[in-house]
C-alpha cells in the first residue's frame, strides 16, 4: 500500500524520523535541499509568529536598507 501524508509544521520531520525507524515501511527520501528549504520555511513562520506576539522585535525597513 502506497500512503502519501501531507504534514504541517515542523512536526513533519519528527514524524518522518519515526517512520523511517519502523520495520516494514519505506520512506521515499526527500532532498536534501527541499527538506532544508523547509526547514527554513518553517523557522521564518515560527518567527513571524513570535513577532505578531510582540515576543520578537524585527528590524525596520530603514535597518535592513542600511545593512546593503
Do not use: N, P, R, W
Amino acid at each position: 500500500m502506497q500512503v502519501t501524508l501531507e504534514i504541517k509544521g515542523d512536526k513533519a520531520f519528527s514524524i518522518l524520523e519515526v517512520l523511517k525507524s519502523m520495520k516494514g515501511v519505506k520512506v521515499k527520501s526527500v532532498d536534501q535541499s527541499k527538506e532544508e528549504y523547509l526547514k527554513l520555511l518553517s523557522d521564518a513562520y515560527k518567527q513571524t509568529e513570535l513577532a505578531e506576539e510582540g515576543k520578537l522585535k524585527l528590524k525596520s525597513f530603514d535597518d535592513l536598507i542600511g545593512e546593503l
